[in-house]
Structure formats: structure tokens, C-alpha cells
């Protein structure tokens, strides 16, 4: 759901007020569900399966990463028999809530891909140029209508601290080839004028920016001009072995296929060995009502860029094509035992907060009424960027741990798992970012144990200029911790 995640906790922004209950009427009128999702385009879901089947590739998850892996199967092989099975409709969950940054970097961006990569990550920046390329290519292949405008993002500096780290990613992302900018405060402020902003890096060729759930219908309807079976509403309760197979079994039915591959995001896995290697956490999302031209004018943004702050604890948020502001992250929530259900969707104190943030970056736009606010689940991992593999003799394989920075990633991720299982090498399946999987996380109690402390340390770090604590560095030396 959110393009980054720096905490599995909440803290009070280094800038936001200490709350205005008159922030709260713009929450009024608010519509608890995706503006994304909340639209004429959406598709009719596709049948549910009944039946016993079979198939030469059954895809589990009908988000950005099975609906890749179901394109990039059938283009490899147009005579493959490929299924894809979703518990509800494609796009729903994450594919279709998140805020729609296309963000060329698979590891979860240059400084922590840095931290755990550096003798990869010329290759991986490389390749992760090339795969936002190659999505470009697909949408305008295939005429998928996702208002894909490739703007850039600024990641602004809303405290003196972020500076410093701001000026050394953009060393960075120079030594690794991309066109990055520096902003002092007026030029920051003349591209999107916020009295909160002390300045901004501006990543002009790494990130596009789309309509998530229509670039998830759109692949969806590609996939089905292409042959593809899709059945929907088909929740896959079990995986057994079957002979020279998997058998998925359903809610109604069943399909026996000769490979597996899982596509399940934050959603329990299917295959028990996978279970600590992935954690799901709630974000939450706010999205305005359509700015006028003179609220518009106010604020400047004729770019249109992407932005973020730079905190442990961040905001992202963009425009959408009719000009509302979605406004995400900050809050990013854990719940004890990783529980997923619906009702963690909606989180009013989470909304009321980012209301308050929301008026606290742009004054100006006091009066303004919040449409739509949502949540759901993304899945992060102990790495904070994909981790792919098979299992069963290469007869399953799984991309997952995207940390809310999937609407790129998961296109590379499908295809190194459709490699992996194929038995195909390359460039990409001989890096340590591929053969490699994250530390497992540990089991409850001591992960929300972790999680309270680390909690806590974030927030001295905002409070402190930064500065880590033993806990924060004991992390990083683990390679657990994840540097902004």
C-alpha cells in the first residue's frame, strides 16, 4: 500500500501540529473504501471456478505480481495453459490501493540497496531502469488507459537533519547514474510551495506515477486477450503434492498444475516455509476532494511530481488525474500476531492524523474535504525489498516482501520467479539480491516486542537530529535496520 516503509509504528511528525479538532470536519463526508477502486471502469468480476481443472501454470493472487507472471508465462510460451485463481477480483487489495509511485528501484531505493547490495547495485539500478522502461512499453503496447505520467519524485526535507542525508543520496544516485537534483527551500517551495519544505532532491527519471487499480485491470484485460484463465472469488485453500505436480484445491474445485507460482503479497502464505519470512502491515491512505484552480494555483506542483519526506516516519502523496491530493503513509501499523481482516482497514485515529498532517504541509488549503480514506495490507520482510524462490523441486515458486514499494518490483520479481522455476540463468539469477532470502523474523511475542522498541527509537531518532540509538545500530549491524 505505500511506495516505502521506514517503521512499523507511529510517532508524532516533526512538523504536524499537536491536532486541531477543526481538521476533523474534513472528514465528514469521507467514503471509507479506495477512490481507486471506486470507479465506473472497474471490471465485471470473472466466474468462479467450480470445477476440477488443470494447467500447465496455475498463478495464486491476482495482483500486480500474478498478473505479470500470468503475461510473462504466456508470452514466453502462447501455447502454455496458464491459470490464475483470485480470492476476490484482481487489483482489490494492494495492486489497487497503494498510491501508484512506479519507482525504478528494486531495492527499495539506492540507500538500502546500498546498505545490503553494493557490489550489485550498478547491475540492479541498471536493471530496474530497464524494467520502468520495459512497463512503459507494455502500457503503451497494449493501450492500458492507467494515466501513466513519468514526473519524477521530490523527497522533501521538513527538518534540518534530512539535509544532510538528502545531500548524500544525491552522491549517490549520481555515482549510480540517475538525474537527481538538489532544491534549496525557495526552489522546493516554487515547485510545490509548503512552508514546511527546507529543501528537496528532486529524482527526475526513476518514478512514474499511475491509476494502480486501472494498471491492474488493464494487465488483467491483457491477460485475458492473451488466453489466460482467470477465475475470481476462488480463494486456493491447500497446495498438495499431486503427481508430476501441485493440486491447489478451492472453495468449489480444484486445478492440478504442473508448476505453482504464489503471488499471495501480505496475505498468509500458502506454502508453511514462508510463513517468517513475511510480515503484513496496515497503511492508510486519505484522498481529497478535487482541488479548484485556485487551490490549485496555491500550491504550485504544475509538475506533478511525486513527493515524500525524508523522516523515519514520512508522508507520501501525488496528484491524481483530476486533481484531488491522495495522501498516504506516516502511520504504518502492526497488529500482534500479524492478524489480516477487514475491519483493520479502517482506522480513524490513523485518518484524523493525517488530516492534521495533511493541513499542517499545506495551510493554504484549510477548508478542503477529504473523500475517501482507506487502508489494507502490504507485506515487508526483514530486507525491506523482494525476495523470490522456489520450493518442491522448482515446482513452486514465490515473489514476495515488496514493502509497499511493489508497482514496479513486482514485474522483475514474477519474471526471476518464472526463470527460477524454468531453470533459466541470467545477469539477474546469478546476483546475490536473487539467490539470496531475508532473515527470518521472529516469533510472537519478541517480534511485537521488537517492534515497541524500535518504535521508541525512532521516534528519539526524528526528536534528535537523527541520531541512532544502540538499538537502531545494533540493527544495522544485523542488517535489520533500514536507513532512510
Known sequence: ????????????????????????????DMTPGAFWLDGSRRPEPASTLTSATTADLLVVGGGYTGLWAALQAKERDPAADVVLVEARECGWAASGRNGGFCVSSLTHGLSN??????????????????????????????????????????????????????????????RFGHTAQLLDADQVRAEVNSPTYLGALWMRDSVALVDPARLAWGLREVCLRNGIRIYERTPVNSLTDARRGVLARTSYGSVRAGRVLLATNGFPPLLRRLRNYVMPVYDHVLATEPLTDRQLESIGWHNRQGISDAGNQFHYYRLTADNRI?????????????????????RPETFAKLADHFFTTFPQLEGVRFSHGWGGVIDTCTRFCPFVGTAKGGRIGYALGYTGLGVAATRFASQIALDLMDGRTSEATALDFVRTRPMPLPPEPLRWAGIQLTRWSLRRADRNGGHRNLWLRTLDALGLGFDT
Open 113 to 174: 540497496g546500498y546498505q545490503r547490495f553494493p557490489h550489485e547495485l550498478a547491475v540492479l539500478e541498471r536493471i530496474g531502469m530497464e524494467n520502468l522502461d520495459g512497463i512503459e512499453k507494455t502500457i503503451r503496447t497494449h493501450g492500458i488507459d492507467c494515466d501513466f505520467e513519468r514526473t519524477g519524485e521530490l523527497e522533501v526535507a521538513v527538518d534540518d537533519w534530512q539535509l544532510r542525508d538528502l545531500r548524500q543520496a544525491a552522491l549517490v544516485a549520481d
Open 1 to 28: 500500500m505505500v511506495f516505502l516503509l521506514r517503521s512499523a509504528l507511529h510517532q508524532r511528525h516533526p512538523v504536524a501540529g499537536r491536532g486541531d479538532r477543526r481538521h476533523l470536519a474534513a472528514l465528514a
Open 326 to 346: 491522495i495522501w498516504g503513509g506516516y502511520d504504518a501499523i502492526y497488529h500482534y500476531g500479524g492478524a489480516v481482516r477487514d475491519e483493520l482497514d479502517v
